[in-house]
Every structure is written in C-alpha cells, then in structure tokens.
C-alpha cells in the first residue's frame, strides 16, 4: 500500500473560539457558538479543497450520493484527503456491508484541540491495521455523507473524510454528538461484501474486499 504524503492548507485558529466561559460561573463552556463555527469550518474545508482538487488528484469534492444533481451548496458534498492509495478495484456497493477501521472526531472545542473523539474502532494507541480487527458497517448506520465517501473507495484506501452537519443524519444521535456538528472520521476499508453473504464466509474464499 503506497502511503501519500499530503499537506493540507491549515484552517482559521478563530475556530477554536477564545469566549469559552459562561460570565455567571466561570465554568468552561466546550462547545461555544458551535453552529457558526461548524458552517465556518467546513465552508474553509470545502473551498479549499475545491480549489486543490483540481490539480492534485489526493483531494477530492464529493456530492451527496442521494441528492440531485442541480444540488450544489458546498454542505451538499463531502471533502476528502486520500492518505493511503490500496490495491482494491471494486468500490462497495449501496446494499453492501463494509469493513473499516474507522475514528470519527469533533472539531477542535475549548478543551478537545484536536476534536473530541466520539468513535474508533481500533483499541491500540495508534492505529495499525495488523492490530486491529476491522469492524462492519452500512449506509444506514453511517448516513449519506460517509457513504459517499465509501461508495468511491476501494481495499486499502485510508481517507479522511469530512462531513457537513446537513449529512450526518443517522450518526449524531447514536453518539451524543452535539446538533450542528461538523463531522471528521479517519477511515480505511479493508474489504466489503455483497448482502446475503457474511465475512466468514468471504474470508473462507479469501474473497474479503472484492465483489462477486
């Protein structure tokens, strides 16, 4: 697996927002103004990457696989970052079960400035495909958004995945995840395959990441 090395344009540090204290009791408040910050973040991500996409083939504008094509506000689209190019041909299918490793963050808030992480499923410090055992998802559990981004992926391929709040249906409710998010996963498909099929069964037949 070839690993790409991509430098991504840094976005505002006002985003990490300097008023984090409720006046009345000095407590900390974790997630100050977090809708205006969220839509400000991703438009950043999205323009950006739109103007990089056009000549670096590692950062890609992706459109909502369930919405129109006359749809094109930048929240009707995914960004992505390829960090990792597999050797998989074949892209899950809508119907398919995949099998990813998968880190899903917040953006930076007051006391998280690297993203509050509210999923991932690899247990050790760093993530490390041999170490790790891979876990099934669907479109359904995941939302439009991500799915987007796996119906374009193949075996291999490690992505990070941006996601506008508009395509996280599905996701924030399962996680606690505050409304208006901004979503970022960190995610590699180690295979897929058809309904009706188990990974046991494609593992047996060393099919696991292909397609029959």
């Avoid at 100050?32 to 990089?52: C, G, I, V």
């Avoid at 490793?101 to 495909?129: A, C, D, M, N």
């Amino acid at each position: 697996m070839k690993r790409i090395a991509y430098f991504f344009l840094p976005l505002a540090l006002a985003l990490l927002g300097l008023s984090a204290c409720k006046e009345d009791d000095n407590t900390v408040e974790e997630f100050p103004n977090w809708q205006a910050r969220n839509e400000t973040y991703f438009t950043q991500a999205y323009q950006q990457a739109l103007t990089a996409s056009a000549t670096n083939p590692n950062v890609k504008v992706l459109h909502a696989w369930s919405l129109p094509a006359s749809r094109n506000q930048p929240t009707d689209f995914v960004v992505v970052k390829v960090l990792e190019t597999g050797t998989g041909t074949i892209a899950p299918l809508y119907t398919d079960t995949a099998m990813v490793h998968l880190q899903g963050r917040l953006i930076p808030s007051t006391t998280y400035t690297k993203g509050k992480v509210f999923v991932q499923t690899w247990q050790t410090e760093t993530f490390s495909p041999t170490s790790n055992a891979p876990q099934k998802v669907s479109n359904s559990q995941w939302g439009v958004g991500l799915g987007t981004a796996l119906f374009h992926m193949h075996k291999g391929d490690r992505w990070q995945i941006t996601v506008p709040a508009a395509l996280t249906t599905g996701i924030d409710s399962r996680y606690g995840i505050p409304a208006n998010s901004t979503l970022v996963f960190d995610v590699t498909l180690a295979g897929s395959y058809h309904a009706g099929k188990t990974s046991a069964q494609l593992q047996a037949k060393k099919l696991i990441g292909a397609t029959e």
